[in-house]
């Protein structure tokens, strides 16, 4: 009798052991959405929309839906359909990490979502917080007329509007730009522009974001400094220095390339003089169209500066340009290694007194895209 009841205690034992281990089975959970933007492929910044990822199945106005966005949960994923709508099934219940594609964002992007089991999920609805896709931003700033100087760096406005057609009107990323061209391009309208793209960009609750801004300068320039439109040369608060520039750029939640056609404007980004290291920091990435000690000179050939002329067609010619590996994609880096080449072979001569060469300072995003075919 005792061997029975030992037994049939350790049978007891060993089926409550035995349930411990066995999982509750929880239905999984189905996500919907819609995934809007605003009607054309780029905008004005004073019109500015953000890609939304919305609840709604109606656009709010000025929106349409973006067909073809690719939505991914674990390994399984859904279309957007022609009305924006995308539906995906059999989700584990928990927190999960959507992920939205499209060629328009630069980069894919990710949120947590809470996936609650046999029920249908919101992607956007507001408990779960609006997702918004990252977006680029694009500042051309073109300034060929100072204020009491005889000679005006020539070409430098049609370039800066070439710049502006081809870099950013041209670019398959989804992008608002705006440019300043001479007398709009003083030192107070490019520290309100900024300002105003600062505002407009937007974080997640976590304090991060996909959004990223790409400037574009032409002008007048020297060590650590670039010339706004009212520089009359009178002191350094005419300026722009780079300790000032980072101080504007600074509050911009996401990444920045600054793209400087100027002289010794590698200067902006070796961290000497007014601040140390002021654009040398991660969230910075400069391509600069001369060293230190070098000055860019207008080519009556190529009727624009030899950086610029070479920034435009690295990204116009779709295959001899900056996309060497032929991903549709142009980075930074690709983009200053084109340069840095092109320059190189057009000033052959190393001795003579108008050569010079691009610099790069890379950051966290030296390998992010910046022009998209």
């Given at each position: ?7 049939s205690i350790l049978?007891?034992?060993f089926v ?5 281990s066995?999982?509750v ?5 189905h996500?919907?959405?819609y995934?809007?933007i605003?009607?054309?492929t780029y905008?004005?910044l ?12 109606e ?16 390994g ?7 009305s ?7 989700i584990s219940p928990?927190?999960?990490t959507v992920?939205v ?11 947590a979502?809470?996936?609650e ?5 919101w992607l956007g609805r507001?408990?779960e ?6 977006v680029?931003y694009f ?6 007329k100072y204020?009491?100087q005889?000679e005006d760096p ?7 509007e070439?710049?502006y057609?081809?870099?950013f ?5 989804y992008?608002f ?9 003083t030192?107070?309208?490019i ?7 600062v ?13 990223y801004l ?6 007048k320039?020297?060590?650590?400094y670039?010339s706004?439109s009212?520089?009359?040369l ?14 504007w750029?600074r509050p911009f ?8 056609d100027g002289?010794?404007?590698?200067t902006?980004?070796?961290?000497r ?11 910075y990435?400069v391509?600069s169209?001369a060293r230190?000690?070098e000055?860019v ?8 500066s030899?950086?610029?002329?070479f920034?435009?067609?690295g990204?116009?010619?779709?295959w001899y ?6 991903d549709?994609?142009?980075t930074a880096r ?7 080449a092109?320059m ?5 001569n190393w ?5 010079h060469?691009p ?9 992010a895209?910046v022009?998209?075919?």
């Open positions: 009798m005792k061997n029975l009841r030992r037994l049978l007891t034992v409550l052991l035995a349930g411990c066995v999982g089975y929880r239905p999984p959970g996500l919907v959405g995934v809007y605003p009607g054309g905008v004005k004073a019109e500015l929309e953000e890609i939304l990822f919305s609840a709604d199945r656009p709010p106005e000025g929106y349409i839906p973006l067909f073809g966005a690719e939505v991914r949960v674990g399984r994923y859904g279309v957007t359909d022609g924006g709508r995308f539906e995906i099934w059999n928990g927190w999960r992920t594609s499209h060629s328009y964002l630069r980069s894919p992007i990710r949120r979502v809470l996936i089991s046999d029920k249908t999920t507001y408990e917080g609006p997702l918004f896709g990252g680029g500042l051309v700033i073109g300034i060929g204020p009491g005889s020539p070409g430098v406005v049609q370039t800066a070439m710049v057609e081809e870099l009107k041209k670019n398959g990323l992008a730009g705006a440019k300043l061209i001479n007398t709009q391009a030192k107070a309208k520290k309100r522009q900024i300002e105003e793209i505002d407009l960009a937007l974080v997640d609750p976590n304090g991060n974001s996909d959004d790409v400037i574009y300068f032409a002008g320039s020297g060590q650590d670039l706004p009212d520089d009359d009178s002191g350094w608060h005419k300026a722009i220095t780079d300790a000032e520039l980072e101080s750029l939640p996401g990444s920045v390339t600054l793209i400087i002289t010794e404007s590698a902006m980004a070796d961290g003089i007014f601040k140390p290291y002021a654009l040398r920091k991660p969230k990435t391509i169209a230190k000690g000055e000179f207008y080519e009556p050939p190529l009727e624009s030899v950086f610029s002329h920034l435009v067609k990204i116009t010619d779709r340009g900056a996309d060497w590996n032929g549709g994609d142009i690709e983009l200053y290694d084109y340069l840095y092109e190189r072979k057009y000033f052959r001795n003579d007194p108008d050569s060469m610099a790069f300072h890379s950051g966290d995003y030296g390998n895209t022009f998209r075919y």
